[in-house]
């Protein structure tokens, strides 16, 4: 495992992100998740990452219960304050509690406020909640070893964010990856925070899955380049050649993954500038995609209750590959969860944290599904609906 220094501490270059831990009818799988959190450890992984919504509140659970059966001096633990949830009243003390009550420590090793973003700033920066001087007391009390904070907010945000603070934050996490480095402005992004003397921790290094699989022709060169290295390797070995960027959390959902990974950072591997052209022309054919992570902040709002995550994978899987075929994936679904029941509300692109303007994508993915024979009937039927429902209503 390769490291980088952070203030004397040794943080192992691959971080354990558990917002998408593995999943046993709809729950977390408690003995892989052990098995993962156990391999990482032996494999030289020290760097744990969690948050209070991840899995509905489950992720600090399970992994404090999976880090309590090895040595507290063995690893690092983050968690975060949940300031970009929407609420009448924010309580850091009440939640903070809470957090190490729920992962079953004593101390966080890092602390991060969630998600500094566009609807979030102001409840961060309104002094009536006294959300940054209650976590600077924690850290001046040694509950918490270092502050810093997430976000998915524009440039402008994270400046705003970074003044505010004056040099208390100590780190900054963002979502970084070949891909948003021009698609998402990160590029611009990791300057910035970087200018401020802050060091870049990466959250989505694979956008969610997405940069593991790639269209048939990227694919095919990464592998004739690199034919014992997985597609996903290629944007964790793009990372680590950012001098700034001092951990890389890979939201790892099974053992697979993780061996991959590992196999990843046993070296530091730069690319070769063959190497770099091959990931621009991949990122060159995937310029249109939409950028969904499948964080799932959408779905807690839709009235509609859509797996809008879901939705917009085989929006993208149709966009790359006009003849893929999605009936295994939609086969499931009852009519009412298909893309042609969004009802246009916004709430989702009001939350989503890439700007995603949802409804018009769901809009466009109901009509590559009305262009295949079994889909058209299904998408009249909710035209005819609609008609009959707006007749009524006049």
């Not at 990791?190 to 269209?215: F, N, Q």
């Not at 939409?290 to 709002?301: F, H, K, N, Q, W």
């Amino acid at each position: 495992m390769i490291y980088k220094d952070f203030h004397g501490k040794k943080l192992s270059r691959l971080a354990f992100g558990t917002m998408r831990l593995p999943l046993i009818d709809g729950k977390i799988d408690e003995k892989q998740t052990f098995e993962m959190v156990d391999l990482a450890l032996d494999s030289g992984v020290n760097y744990f990452d969690t948050a209070y919504p991840y899995h509905g509140g489950m992720s600090e659970i399970v992994v404090g219960k999976a880090l309590a059966r090895h040595d507290r001096d063995s690893f690092y633990l983050a968690t975060k304050f949940p300031g970009h949830q929407i609420s009448s009243s924010y309580d850091p003390k009440a939640i903070f509690e809470e957090q190490l009550n729920k992962c079953g420590v004593e101390r966080f090793d890092f602390y991060l406020l969630h998600n500094v973003y566009e609807n979030s700033i102001n409840v961060y920066k309104d002094e009536k909640w006294k959300i940054l001087d209650y976590f600077l007391e924690q850290k001046r009390n040694g509950r918490i070893g270092h502050l810093g904070f997430s976000t998915h907010g524009g440039l402008n945000i994270i400046k705003d964010f970074l003044d505010y603070c004056d040099g208390k934050m100590e780190f900054c996490q963002i979502q970084l990856n070949y891909l948003d480095w021009g698609l998402q402005n990160a590029k611009a992004k990791y300057e910035l925070i970087t200018s401020y003397g802050l060091p870049v921790w990466v959250m989505e290094p694979i956008r969610g899955g997405r940069l593991a699989k790639l269209d048939a022709m990227s694919e095919a060169e990464m592998k004739a380049a690199r034919p014992d290295d997985s597609v996903a390797s290629w944007a964790l070995r793009w990372l680590m050649s950012l001098s700034g960027v001092t951990t890389i959390l890979s939201g790892m959902s099974d053992l697979a993954q993780m061996k991959d990974n590992i196999k990843t950072f046993n070296r530091e591997d730069t690319l070769s500038d063959d190497e770099r052209a091959i990931i621009e022309r991949a990122v060159s054919r995937m310029q249109n995609s939409v950028p969904c992570t499948s964080c799932r902040y959408c779905c807690d709002g839709c009235p509609a209750g859509l797996d809008i995550p879901m939705l917009l994978s085989i929006y993208n899987d149709i966009k790359f590959s006009p003849s893929v075929n999605t009936s295994m994936r939609l086969d499931v679904l009852p009519k009412e969860k298909l893309p042609s029941a969004c009802l246009k509300c916004g709430k989702c692109s009001r939350v989503c944290p890439q700007k995603i303007d949802i409804p018009s994508a769901l809009a466009h993915l109901t009509d590559e599904l009305s262009k295949m024979p079994k889909w058209a009937d299904i998408s009249r039927e909710r035209e005819e609906a609609a008609k009959k429902l707006k007749a009524q209503n006049r």
